[in-house]
């Protein structure tokens, strides 16, 4: 397991803890609000607020950086594998509110599955991904492995079931007005999934293995 030495008792180490999970709990509001905006919900109301947090969570990024760097150059090379982690993970919490702006965007865009058929499905899909987002700090802050890899082993099952479904679209009839912005959500949500996997992976796997999903090279089954 990589992140023993994040039971220290440092108030460096804990300090940064509760960043990453400050981190997790914005990547999740932002998430709720964009997946809201495309079923149905607020859009120009809570624009300002999506906005706002997103630059909070590339502020904290920045701020964990600056402390890794000053906790390094005080205690030296021992500790370099545990920064690796914490800068691995706060890179894809970070590009988790990347996605989450993304699908904002689409409600930006005007597009909204409210009424639609798979509406349904797209609703499970976003109570999911939120309770994984949440789930993926509790994660952190038990260090359970088993729970780690049940996660992450579900997390591969949705970057699946999500390609399948962008597959399905782009053989399908519908017009591009009907599968653009289902393929364009899908694609997003197999991203938040995945990079929620990759912090999780922080808990039981070696530290030359993390960033176990990687986009540019997005075509491991």
């Known amino acids: 397991m990589v992140m023993s030495f994040f039971r220290s008792d440092e108030g460096g180490i804990s300090q940064i803890e509760s960043q990453v999970q400050r981190m997790i709990a914005d990547a999740r509001h932002t998430f709720d609000l964009a997946m809201n905006a495309v079923t149905g919900g607020a859009v120009e109301t809570v624009a300002g607020e999506v906005r706002r947090i997103d630059r909070q969570i590339n502020v904290t990024e920045i701020e964990i950086r600056r402390e890794l760097l000053v906790h390094i150059s005080v205690h030296g090379a021992a500790d370099a594998g545990e920064m690796l982690v914490f800068m691995n993970m706060i890179k894809d919490l970070e590009r988790i509110g990347d996605y989450n702006k993304n699908i904002f965007d689409l409600a930006l865009e005007g597009v909204s599955f409210s ?4 509406l349904e499905q797209i609703l499970g899909f976003r109570d999911e991904l939120s309770s ?3 789930l993926m700090g509790e994660i952190l802050d038990t260090r359970d492995e088993d729970r780690a ?8 099952h949705l970057r699946r079931e999500f390609d399948g479904l962008v597959n399905e679209l782009v053989h399908a009839t519908a017009p591009a007005l009907v599968a653009v912005p289902r393929a364009l959500l899908y694609r997003f949500l197999k991203r938040v ?8 992976t922080a808990v ?3 530290v030359d293995r993390l960033d176990y999903f990687d986009e540019d090279d997005d075509t491991r089954p």
């Open 204 to 206: 039981v796997m070696p």
């Open 149 to 156: 890899r049940a996660y992450i082993e579900r997390g591969d």
């Open 132 to 134: 994984r987002i949440a």
């Open 193 to 200: 999934a995945a990079h929620c996997a990759n912090v999780v």
């Open 115 to 118: 009424g639609d058929e798979d």
